[in-house]
């Protein structure tokens, strides 16, 4: 169990976050036409995994806006931004943003990629939803970079992770 911040209060987070230079296995997510979307359909290609608790909250609209703006010129990379949110609410977000170079993906399907990934909040009001993270995958899920951000509320560190791309 680790333990991450929620305005400063500790909230716990289970299942084991991955490391650099540990390989995440495929997992299987609905995309927002719920279509079942797996980490292999993007086989030879980068990843960055966006995690976070909810596209309906500031600090994630956020993560997903910057990274949309920086993945339009990222090379042979695609950007997963990951929640446990219906799809629905990601197709919403996307549309009345104008989203396009990112992917949303859900986790509502199989609660089981929260503890997979090592990011499942287990306490607190945001119980039952995914903690943010940002983790980068080489073309064979090899994690070049990973961070869970140790307070919710603020947002990722993405030159870093942008950086070891």
């Known amino acids: 169990m680790t333990q991450v911040t929620?305005?400063?209060?500790?909230?716990?987070?289970?299942?084991?976050f991955p490391q650099v230079g540990e390989t995440v296995e495929n997992l299987v997510f609905a995309n927002s036409q719920?279509?079942?979307v797996s980490?292999?359909?993007f086989a030879g290609k980068r990843k960055i995994l966006n995690i976070f608790p909810s596209i309906d909250t500031g600090i994630c609209a956020t993560s997903v806006r910057?990274?949309?703006?920086?993945a339009a010129d990222l090379n042979n990379t695609v950007v997963l931004c990951i929640s446990a949110d219906l799809p629905f609410a990601h197709a919403r977000f996307c549309g009345?943003?104008?989203?396009?170079?990112?992917q949303t993906l859900s986790t509502?399907?199989?609660?089981?990629?929260?503890e997979k990934l090592g990011v499942n909040i287990t306490s607190s009001g945001l119980a039952g939803l995914t903690a943010r993270s940002v983790i980068v995958l080489d073309e064979n899920?090899?994690?070049?970079?990973?961070?869970?951000v140790s307070e919710t509320k603020s947002e990722p560190n993405y030159e870093?992770?942008?950086?070891?791309l």
Do not use: M
Request: net charge negative.
């Open 66 to 70: 910057k990274f949309n703006q920086q």
């Open 96 to 102: 009345a943003e104008g989203i396009e170079n990112v």
């Open 108 to 114: 509502f399907r199989d609660k089981s990629l929260h």
């Open 39 to 41: 980490l292999a359909d």
């Open 141 to 148: 899920n090899k994690v070049l970079h990973a961070e869970l």
């Open 160 to 164: 870093k992770a942008l950086a070891v």
């Open 34 to 36: 719920l279509d079942n």
């Open 6 to 16: 929620l305005a400063g209060q500790p909230i716990d987070v289970a299942g084991h």
